[in-house]
């Protein structure tokens, strides 16, 4: 008769250490499902409500620590059912860095547009007063919910946010008289509005980003100290926001001309053939910004000054990199590819949730 291996004589080989201790690290996060839920009912709620075109869903407040302890605790929060933090007194931000997040899903070109501008601004202002909203639109002019329905939108942005932080701190690692960190604030928003000059104009009426006032005590606003918005874009967003057919009888001027008072758009190129390469795009941008372009297509030639185009390439050892390469990859479930095209919490979420199959997206 065969000897048992679970045998008085021949204990059961037992797994080594690190992955015992990984699994019941695991063991301890909570269930996914709770934070699915919550974005599920963040949305139903927000749209509920018909009179409110921007709302902050959660926020992303405290830096990642190194360690195992501290990093186990990060997980165990970040996975947590979040919470909106408003500004605190004194602590209104003087930019805004906006991604607006029709992404789909956040690819790591997304992640170096937000964290290289964070950075920009983080040196300009002196390595304070900078926040990032990652800002979703549930009404977008170009682009259906699927394949992934709007909370896996919330909750890979909210995967996305903590990518995002980690990168800003490896970033900044080193740079003399920078706190590790930089406790960046990250929010993670709604908003109705499927155009950038309406959505710019509901943060700025939103009191979400003013400072908060004691109870009793009356805030005034500072002259020449309202806060700056930095709007992220792409070459294919820059084309649209400066198509007149988007504004009917309103025209363009009287659109993005407040638009461009409050904020500032900061240009990134495409990598994609679909859009031309860099020489054909930057071809578009000078004639556009340069001489009278921006008057013939009804505008300003004031707004140039405020446009900012990255020269950073964006790409790296996976080439092209966007959603559409992503959710193939997924499809396929090719996770070695896909860890090519997004970052590490996001493709955690889309492999966990099997998002962009057959079965999960029909």
């Known amino acids: 008769m065969p000897v048992s291996s679970t045998s008085a004589e021949e204990p059961a080989q037992r ?16 269930s996914h499902r709770p934070l699915l839920d919550f974005f599920r009912q963040s949305v139903a709620s927000f749209q509920s409500a018909s009179n409110i075109p921007f709302q902050v869903v959660c926020t992303l407040t405290s830096p990642v620590r190194s360690g195992p302890a501290a990093l186990l605790q990060h997980r165990i929060t970040a996975t947590a059912t979040p919470t909106p933090a408003p500004v605190g007194r004194g602590l209104a931000p003087k930019k805004l860095v906006v991604l607006d997040s029709s992404f789909n899903p956040p690819t790591l070109a997304h992640l170096w547009m937000a964290r290289d501008a964070v950075v920009e601004e983080l040196k300009r202002t002196e390595w304070k007063g900078v926040r990032l909203l990652l800002l979703l639109a549930v009404q977008n002019a170009d682009k259906a919910p699927k394949p992934a329905g709007f909370e896996q939108r919330l909750a890979m942005m909210w995967a996305f946010a903590r990518d995002v932080r980690s990168s800003i701190d490896e970033e900044l690692k080193g740079v003399d008289g920078v706190a590790r960190g930089t406790n960046v604030t990250i929010d993670v928003g709604l908003t109705t509005k499927p155009f950038f000059h309406e959505k710019s104009e509901a943060i700025a009426r939103s009191d979400f980003y003013k400072e908060q006032a004691v109870k009793g005590e009356k805030t005034e606003e500072k002259e020449g100290e309202e806060m700056e ?32 008072d409050r904020s500032r758009l900061r240009l990134t190129m495409r990598t994609d053939a679909e859009w031309g390469n860099r020489e054909e795009q930057m071809g578009y941008v000078n004639e556009l910004l340069r001489g009278d372009g921006l008057e013939k297509i009804g505008g300003s030639k004031e707004w140039a000054r405020r446009i900012e185009i990255d020269e950073k390439k964006i790409g790296g050892k996976a080439g092209i990199v966007s959603s559409t390469l ?13 860890g090519q095209l997004v970052p590490t919490e996001v493709r955690r979420w889309v492999e966990r949730e099997g998002l962009y199959s057959d079965d999960q997206n029909p």
Not at 15 to 30: G, K, V
Not at 244 to 254: A, F, Q
Not at 326 to 338: G, I, L, S
């Open 15 to 30: 797994l080594p250490h690190s992955i015992e201790r990984n699994m019941n690290a695991q063991s301890l996060l909570p």
């Open 229 to 260: 918005q930095v709007i992220l874009a792409g070459y294919d967003t820059l084309i649209r926001i400066f198509s007149p057919k988007y504004y009917g009888d309103e025209g363009i001027k009287r659109a993005l001309g407040p638009f461009f």
């Open 326 to 338: 992503a959710r193939e990859a997924a499809k396929n479930k090719d996770w070695d590819r896909v």
